[in-house]
């Protein structure tokens, strides 16, 4: 296993972490049950993964519940990254609520549901309401950081204006966001539009101020592993049929961008996974990337992807290659 070190935090961060979406529960994700989760989660534990990413609205607290049953016995091996923000209604319905209310509320029932007295770090998931003042979301986290229940703070899905006010207050050290080998720039996810830009705006940021990059999506959602192709159809009840990039036209010109990267030459002969997880491990900004596992075998195969490295000189092919082949999404 590889690590990555920010200054903000003092941890040596697996480059490869475990998202736990995953482990949202039955239905929630094709091939993905709490049995084959909690041996995922112990196999990654023991090939040196040492970062796992949660949230309370994966499968309403069921994938906590999971992680923290899965993790029992090994927490000073584990960094615990869990979120706040979106709490669900009596018909299992998110919905976003920075108040200080809610945020105080929801790093308790996430400790429960963890069974921890702390996490290492929390996320505020998705920006403020617009009727919620800013300085309350700041009060609230400043709360729960002097409290120890949360060692540290991050954001996901902020603005750069956002994550500068709050970070004077507050002292962010991570940020996640949407990004991989074909969305460097995303302007939107599952139809949400996305109010900052990745290799733009957030990337200069967190190398100037020592924070780590946390990438969500970074195998988009299957897409870079290879198994979707044009005929590929999801399940009733599977997350992806919420994404447009995943279906009709949208998808047919990211797998016509995939061949061409497969065809260059010095990655003829590589999985694709394994050139898309190499891809974001020699991005000096990205520090764990967040990868959702269905099995075992799936932990073992992206830990194996490290097995060599990606140059300087692919990395900018690559980027260049789907800068000019695909066109931002501003209205998906």
Same mark, same amino acid.
């Given at each position: 296993?590889?690590?990555?070190?920010?200054?903000?935090?003092?941890?040596?961060?697996?480059?490869?972490?475990f998202?736990?979406?995953?482990?949202?529960?039955?239905?929630?994700?094709?091939? @993905?049950?709490?049995?084959?989760?909690?041996?995922?989660?112990?196999?990654?534990?023991?090939?040196?993964?040492?970062?796992?990413?949660?949230?309370?609205?994966?499968?309403?607290g @069921?994938?906590? %519940?999971?992680?923290?049953?899965?993790?029992?016995?090994?927490?000073?091996?584990?960094f615990?990254?869990?979120?706040?923000?979106?709490?669900?209604? %009596?018909?299992? #319905?998110?919905?976003?609520?920075?108040?200080?209310?809610?945020?105080?509320?929801?790093?308790?029932d996430?400790?429960?549901?963890?069974q921890?007295?702390?996490?290492?770090?929390?996320?505020? @998931?998705?920006?403020?309401?617009k009727?919620?003042?800013?300085?309350?979301?700041?009060?609230?986290?400043?709360?729960?950081?002097?409290?120890?229940?949360?060692?540290?703070?991050?954001?996901?899905?902020?603005?750069?204006e956002?994550?500068?006010?709050?970070?004077?207050?507050?002292?962010?050290?991570?940020?996640?966001g949407?990004?991989?080998?074909?969305?460097?720039?995303?302007?939107?996810? @599952?139809?949400?539009?996305?109010?900052?830009r990745?290799?733009?705006?957030?990337?200069? #940021?967190?190398?100037?101020?020592?924070?780590?990059?946390?990438?969500?999506?970074?195998?988009?959602?299957?897409?870079?592993t290879?198994k979707?192709?044009d005929?590929?159809?999801?399940? #009733?009840?599977?997350?992806?049929?919420?994404?447009?990039?995943?279906?009709?036209?949208m998808?047919?010109?990211?797998?016509q961008v995939?061949?061409?990267?497969?065809e260059?030459?010095?990655?003829?002969?590589?999985?694709?996974?394994?050139?898309?997880?190499?891809?974001?491990?020699?991005?000096?900004?990205?520090?764990?990337?967040?990868?959702?596992?269905?099995?075992?075998e799936?932990?073992?195969?992206?830990?194996?992807?490290?097995?060599w490295?990606?140059?300087?000189?692919?990395?900018?092919?690559?980027?260049?290659?789907?800068?000019?082949?695909?066109?931002?999404?501003?209205?998906?």
């Amino acid at each position: 296993m590889k690590y990555k070190r920010v200054s903000k935090m003092d941890w040596d961060f697996s480059v490869i972490g475990f998202g736990c979406w995953g482990a949202s529960g039955k239905g929630s994700w094709d091939g @993905h049950d709490d049995e084959g989760q909690i041996k995922a989660i112990q196999k990654a534990i023991e090939l040196g993964i040492n970062f796992f990413d949660v949230a309370p609205i994966y499968g309403c607290g @069921h994938a906590e %519940e999971v992680l923290g049953k899965a993790v029992k016995g090994k927490r000073d091996k584990v960094f615990i990254a869990t979120k706040a923000g979106i709490p669900w209604n %009596e018909n299992y #319905e998110g919905y976003n609520d920075v108040t200080k209310e809610n945020l105080l509320k929801e790093i308790d029932d996430s400790l429960e549901r963890l069974q921890m007295t702390y996490v290492d770090l929390l996320q505020v @998931h998705w920006p403020t309401d617009k009727d919620v003042p800013l300085s309350e979301t700041i009060e609230a986290l400043k709360i729960i950081k002097a409290s120890g229940k949360a060692k540290y703070i991050g954001l996901s899905n902020f603005s750069l204006e956002d994550l500068k006010t709050i970070d004077k207050e507050v002292g962010i050290v991570s940020y996640q966001g949407l990004y991989n080998m074909l969305e460097a720039n995303a302007s939107s996810y @599952h139809n949400i539009p996305l109010q900052y830009r990745v290799a733009d705006e957030i990337f200069p #940021e967190v190398k100037k101020e020592g924070m780590a990059f946390l990438p969500y999506s970074p195998l988009m959602q299957g897409l870079l592993t290879g198994k979707i192709t044009d005929q590929t159809v999801f399940g #009733e009840n599977d997350v992806r049929n919420h994404n447009p990039k995943l279906h009709g036209d949208m998808r047919m010109k990211h797998l016509q961008v995939i061949e061409q990267i497969k065809e260059m030459p010095e990655l003829s002969d590589k999985p694709l996974a394994e050139i898309a997880i190499n891809y974001l491990v020699a991005k000096e900004e990205v520090t764990s990337i967040i990868a959702t596992h269905a099995n075992v075998e799936e932990v073992v195969m992206n830990v194996e992807a490290l097995n060599w490295v990606m140059t300087k000189e692919t990395v900018d092919r690559i980027d260049v290659l789907v800068k000019t082949s695909l066109v931002v999404e501003s209205n998906l």
